[in-house]
């Protein structure tokens, strides 16, 4: 048991997690540590705003963004606020005929249907243009958003935790964080029940998971009490959807590969109103919620057939583009992927960005054809490379850009694209020169530790630190020196494989999933091999057991 105190007391150490409150609020099923809201720079300026014009009668809008964090701050605010007035509606641009962020032609329509206030949730902070027209129109703008901030700010009231002179102590909420803690403000000023807090914590988890912000801090205390929310399937909606994709205890892992891309793929294969539909439907609109769930599947299962396609398509691009740079510079390496693409599926380009960023371990950037012979670009990043600051750097060359270090969208001009392209590829050579290890990832582990070392009491203490994910990842072990005994591949490609690794008396149950192939010699040979991957429990037929979850080995 003390060998098994000190692994976890190193884990955490090694998160910055040292003083006794600290590993209490931590591991804590009940954490503590969130922020008053209005502490937060203009909360009681926006507070005092949205009041205001709910008792003057105002029509009031919320006009959000078309991702699972955009859709999810919709419903949140708008749960709120339909308790105070019922003259209240809400937006979210197409991803196709509009882009992201606030557009002139809807702050138009808002107009006509007698719309005086417009409240964004995770977009607008660099709306200059947009707010002024709606400004020019009579209509007042309360911007909330969690993006990086442009060099000047809307002429209105802004909550961005990002924005200078901002003193509230945590910084790296989501766009529906933001909301969450205008929805607390709102609360206390309007002495609403505080039921209305819990109510959506659920939809505040989804949303800050799946839009990759660091689970530490308040973002922690916010996704632990929200996974308990989920897990008590209170919200019918998502009890179907769960239902429907085989979900039962909800984790971090579920929303990011189970909820979060059903709700993103009714954005990318229709429109995002459709998983706003599903998310504000009550508890007797059973009918409703089937249809909606019914659709968010098969947009899933579309998505994922384009995506692979997109995948394809900008890989077979990856060796021509390899070849200039090599021409140009005499490197075999290519600083980051930045592809003009065509014939790709503009709603899933951003997934293929992901997934070729995850293959190639670079940052990359996919530019499709859009309207008016304008392209839309979507960026994903690695940890070491801040691709808003990258792009930003040449924000004369945009129509629209917008996003933050890991992934950023964009609307640019053929010409200027053209431009843009070796710019990017020097200037992240230069960050490549000067610190060769942000672009070298694989082989990290946490810990080595030793095949006697896993059970289940070492899975249930890592279960406590959950919830895992960006800036608090789920803990890669180290095992050197192990046999493979009793391999086995799964699937209908065999493409998976269990085995046994054996080292010292011990033996420790693995699974690789994806990768059987490329590990088969090491898998069939008699050497012994290192396997890095994490730990997990299951419960099979009432038993509990552990495996190793096999992320990378070498020979």
């Known amino acids: 048991m003390n060998e098994l105190n000190q692994i976890i007391k190193q884990l955490m150490a090694d998160r910055g997690i040292t003083s006794p409150e600290d590993i209490r609020e931590y591991l804590s099923d009940r954490p503590k540590r969130t922020w008053d809201p209005f502490l937060m720079k203009n909360m009681k300026e926006a507070v005092n705003l949205i009041l205001a014009e709910i008792e003057g009668g105002t029509r009031i809008c919320i006009y959000g963004d078309y991702d699972a964090d955009g859709v999810t701050s919709v419903c949140i605010l708008y749960t709120v606020l339909s308790r105070l007035t019922d003259n209240l509606t809400w937006y979210i641009p197409s991803r196709f005929t509009e882009g992201y962020g606030m557009h002139r032609s809807a702050i138009d329509r808002l107009h006509e249907d007698g719309v005086g206030l417009i409240i964004t949730v995770d977009c607008g902070i660099t709306s200059n243009d947009e707010v002024e027209h709606a400004s020019d129109l009579g209509i007042k703008v309360l911007v909330t958003d969690h993006h990086s901030v442009g060099d000047q700010l809307p002429d209105c009231i802004c909550i961005d935790p990002k924005q200078e002179g901002e003193t509230y102590p945590f910084r790296d909420l989501a766009g529906c964080g933001v909301a969450f803690k205008l929805l607390q403000a709102l609360q206390r000023q309007a002495g609403l029940p505080r039921d209305v807090i819990n109510e959506v914590l659920d939809l505040v988890a989804a949303g800050t998971v799946a839009d990759i912000v660091p689970l530490k801090e308040e973002n922690r205390t916010i996704v632990k009490y929200g ?14 959807l769960e239902k429907a994709i085989s979900l039962e205890k909800i984790t971090t892992e579920n929303i990011s590969f189970g909820l979060a891309p059903h709700i993103n793929a009714a954005g990318r294969m229709e429109h995002a109103a459709e998983a706003v539909k599903l998310l504000l439907a009550g508890p007797d609109e059973t009918e409703l ?14 998505r994922k057939t384009l995506q692979e396609d997109a995948y394809i398509k900008s890989m077979d691009m990856i060796p021509e583009q390899i070849r200039r740079w090599q021409a140009r510079t005499g490197l075999e390496e290519l600083p980051i992927i930045c592809l003009r693409v065509e014939g790709i599926h503009e709603g899933i380009a951003g997934i293929a960005a992901g997934k070729l960023k995850e293959s190639c371990l670079r940052p990359v950037i996919l530019a499709t054809p859009g309207e008016n012979g304008l392209l839309k670009g979507t960026g994903r990043s690695i940890p070491g490379v801040d691709l808003f600051r990258l792009l930003d750097g040449h924000r004369e060359l945009f129509e629209r850009v917008g996003g933050h270090r890991s992934a950023c969208g964009f609307t640019i001009g053929e010409e200027q694209f053209a431009q843009l392209q070796p710019m990017l590829l020097e200037e ?24 006697g070392n896993v059970s289940v009491e070492l899975a249930d203490a890592l279960s406590a630190m959950e919830p895992f994910g960006e800036g608090n990842p789920r803990p890669r072990f180290l095992i050197r020196g192990v046999k493979i005994l009793q391999p086995a591949y799964m699937g209908e490609m065999q ?29 069939e040979g008699n050497e012994p091999v290192d396997i890095i991957g994490t730990i ?11 495996q190793m979850i ?3 080995m070498n020979g």
């Not at 996974?227 to 179907?240: D, G, I, Y």
């Not at 909606?292 to 899933?300: G, H």
């Not at 020169?433 to 810990?447: A, H, M, V």
């Open 227 to 240: 996974l308990q929310r989920l897990n008590q399937h209170t919200r019918l909606s998502l009890a179907e």
């Open 289 to 302: 919620i089937q249809a909606q769930v019914r659709k968010l599947v098969s947009c899933n299962a579309r």
């Open 428 to 451: 992240t050579q230069a960050l490549y020169d000067e610190d060769p290890s942000i672009l070298e990832l694989g082989g990290e582990y946490d810990l080595e530790i030793s095949p």
């Open 495 to 523: 493409n998976h494989a269990r085995f046994q690794a054996f080292r010292d008396g011990d033996s420790v149950s693995c699974v690789l999933f994806r990768r059987a192939e490329e590990y088969s010699e090491l898998i």
């Open 536 to 546: 997990k429990s299951q419960v099979w037929n009432g038993r509990q057991r552990v």
């Open 550 to 552: 096999i992320e990378e």
